[in-house]
């Protein structure tokens, strides 16, 4: 079990907007940065947001992160059929002094 | 072009060891944090170890005492020395740069499979 918490899955249908959240504690997310990445299992993860809510070049602005207290959340708009992936948060952790990935949400775009 | 690629990677009874390396191109890698992350089959992403700019190393308990981390400036590459290997450590490793607190370049990954 994963010490940050995202949901195993959602789903939406194309052209709809979903939110993952990852919820941690003041150890990890509440005291640092949160990033997030789109993985398609056995290719390189993609990094989409980086210190909570800001994006590489080339990543559009459909994507967007966010975070409050203990808790981060990324949003995808405009679903393209194309998104669907896996998506992973990460954040350090100060008590553990380990980089800590959320469990992953599985996106399905209907 | 900016790039990582692993090697070292392969198949080894349990107990014994493998060096997995990672070179970079198009950049110079001693000049960023560098970590692995592993995923195991049908399991999500789990961080490994990371080697910081000033050689500051971190590693996730499991591997403690059994992986080294390390980086070789002459030759632009990072390292993973595994030892005491488990079946639990089979997986698909990958190298990755840390940029502005986000793994902004990983390589394409390099199985490790002990059996």
């Known amino acids: 079990q994963s010490v940050l918490t995202q949901p195993p899955s959602v789903s939406a249908a194309p052209g709809q907007k979903v939110t993952i959240s990852c919820s941690g504690s003041?150890?990890?997310?509440?005291?640092?940065?949160v990033s997030w990445y789109q993985h398609v299992p056995g290719t390189a993860p993609k990094l989409l947001i980086y210190?909570?809510?800001k994006r590489p070049s080339g990543i559009p602005d459909r994507m967007s992160g966010a975070k409050s207290g203990t808790s981060a959340t990324l949003g995808i708009t405009g679903l393209q059929t194309g998104d669907e992936a896996d998506y992973y948060c990460?954040?350090?952790?100060?008590?553990?002094?380990?980089?800590?990935f959320g469990g992953g949400t599985k996106l399905t775009v209907l | 072009e900016v790039q990582l690629l692993e090697s070292g990677g392969g198949f080894v009874q349990p107990g014994g060891s493998l060096r997995l390396s990672c070179t970079a191109s198009?950049?110079?890698?001693?000049?960023?944090?560098m970590h692995w992350v592993r995923q195991a089959a049908g399991k999500g992403l789990e961080w490994v170890a990371g080697?910081?700019?000033?050689?500051?190393?971190y590693y996730v308990d499991s591997v403690k005492g059994r992986f080294t981390i390390s980086r070789e400036r002459a030759k632009n590459s990072l390292y993973l020395q595994m030892n005491s290997l488990r079946v639990g450590d089979t997986a698909l490793y990958y190298c990755?740069?840390?940029?502005?607190?986000?793994?902004?370049?990983w390589g394409q990954g390099i199985m490790v499979t002990v059996s």
């Open positions: 198009g950049f110079t890698l001693s000049s960023y944090d």
């Open positions: 990460l954040a350090w952790d100060n008590s553990l002094s380990e980089a800590l």
């Open positions: 080697i910081g700019i000033a050689g500051d190393i």
């Open positions: 990755t740069r840390v940029y502005s607190n986000g793994f902004d370049i």
């Open positions: 210190e909570n809510n």
């Open positions: 003041s150890s990890n997310i509440g005291n640092n940065y």
